[in-house]
């Protein structure tokens, strides 16, 4: 069987690199045959190389080493390209106005689309703005970029026969190339990320009929209706805490400074007598990653917060506060367009009651939960992190689901009469319950039924990784289960499964579920 891995960012990325290198060693110790592919298709722009020009010399020296540091062997992508594909795709673009840069199709290959996603995570700028110098040169390097490295793909899977596919998770260039050309030929899309543990991945078959992000994984109603032991809860409601004490490899724990204020209200300059709720802004990146998702009266999350931002308007004792994520605001020199527009927009209507904490404020995430009454988002993680903390949430993009124990707001009128239920306290006891049960139940299946444990690697932050082995001859399926039953289910074409980790004997059932629930709440969260 023959297994191609096209690995672009794996010198960069080691934890990816490692995943990958464990995985395909575990499928050659069962006499597959490994295609491993680097990239050396010049690129102008490249997000390794967040906003500024790439450095593919130094890249495919370091990938060049990665791979011989642990005797992995490998070919570059060049083998397969031709001396012209440089000129073929540069005057197609050129033939292109700016307008088209989105929808560029050559020969049925539909560059355009590939490099949006990747556009708006690396410039963090949404939509693309033909009008805009610095939009049109990057996405027209990026078009370049994609179309020579679809020629040389193309070539590749003409040359060969291959019967699965590895990469990471579908959705990057020149990823999202690859994936569209292996799955119209028929061959079986296997996507890796990091895992939402330490020291954990996820790897799933990709569904060609599925419009939803490449790695999205769906938790089945079977499992979210199955009540959880009061084991199951406090593990999984500790690690929702854990990343508040910089204990975790979650990742937002590395986006909320350590600053703590002795009134935090006051420091914010809110009045006493007003009830604060809080906006957690969404990286653009993040935005990104699943478009389409977005519903019709909320096409961007500065249009679904500036809704939020005029209802609240009605509410004389309410002050919102706005965190923005750090990818969403200045950082340096870099200025991101949304971030200017809703200051412009809060100046020009004098919001007194709305205080925006910047990029870069030294100001402690969960600090702000815990002085919110309720938490608002478009699809932040930050709204199941409040709901664990006691605080009933609302979002407004598909991305979170009403399975997750949060409100959802799928158009004006419902975000409407959510938030008036909200300034109304119109929600019960046994409503919140409902909300936090359903959410345990799916961060349960999250952290313990969709990860991999990763066994020849140890996590040191949540993306650099030490590896446990020194060459790749060292890994051997008869030590690693887990690796040993994931490249079983890859070579027998199969769905990844969700029980890797040792299943807990189920001796609950919803009473005594929703009496761990009561206990929790009673002792923890605010009436």
Known sequence: MN?????????????HG?????ILQSLREKKANIIYVFCDIKSEYCYLYLHEKANCAYCQQRSAVFAADKNMPYIWLSRFAQADDHAVATDFVESLSP???????????????????????????NPFNCHKATHVSV?????????????????????????????????????????????ARKIPCYLHERGSLPNTLRVVRHDPSSKLHPMTIIPPETL?????????????????????????????????PTTKYDDLRAHLNIEKDKRVWAFFVSSDDEMAAFRGYEYPDFPTQLDGLIRIIQIIADFSDVHLVIRMHPNSGAKGTKRVPWADKLTSFLRQRNHHYVTVIAADDQVNTYQLMRLAEFGLVACSSCAAEILHRGKPSMAFHKLITKNEGIFIADSNAAMKRILYRFH??????????????????????????????????????????????????????????????????????????????????????????SRWIDTYMDRWFTS
């Open 139 to 183: 996405y027209k390097g990026m078009l370049v970029f994609a179309l020579e490295t679809a020629l040389a793909l193309e070539r590749l899977l003409q040359q060969g026969r291959y019967d699965r596919v590895l990469m990471f998770n579908g959705r990057f260039l020149p990823f999202s190339i690859l994936l569209d050309m292996a799955e």
């Open 224 to 256: 979210l209706a199955v009540p959880l032991t009061p084991d199951q809860l406090e593990k999984t409601q500790s690690i929702m805490l854990r990343a508040e004490t910089d204990d975790t490899g979650l990742n937002w724990d590395r986006h909320s």
């Open 3 to 15: 297994i191609l891995c096209f690995a672009p960012f794996s010198a960069a990325w080691d934890l």
């Open 424 to 513: 109304e306290k119109d929600i019960s006891r046994s409503e919140m319950k409902e909300c936090f049960r359903k959410s345990l139940r799916h961060k349960y299946f999250r952290f313990f039924l969709s990860n991999i444990p990763f066994e020849v690697l140890t996590q040191t932050s949540p993306h650099t990784v030490r590896a446990l082995f020194r060459r790749v001859e060292e890994i051997k399926n008869i030590r690693y289960p887990a690796l040993n039953k994931l490249s079983d289910q890859i070579l027998s074409g199969n769905e990844i499964t969700f029980d890797y980790f040792e299943n807990d004997e189920q001796h609950s059932c919803l009473d005594s579920e």
């Open 18 to 22: 490692y995943i990958e290198m464990g």
């Open 99 to 125: 307008e088209e840069y989105p929808y560029a199709d050559y020969e049925g290959k539909a560059i355009g689309r590939w490099v949006l996603s990747t556009f708006i995570s690396f410039l963090r700028e």
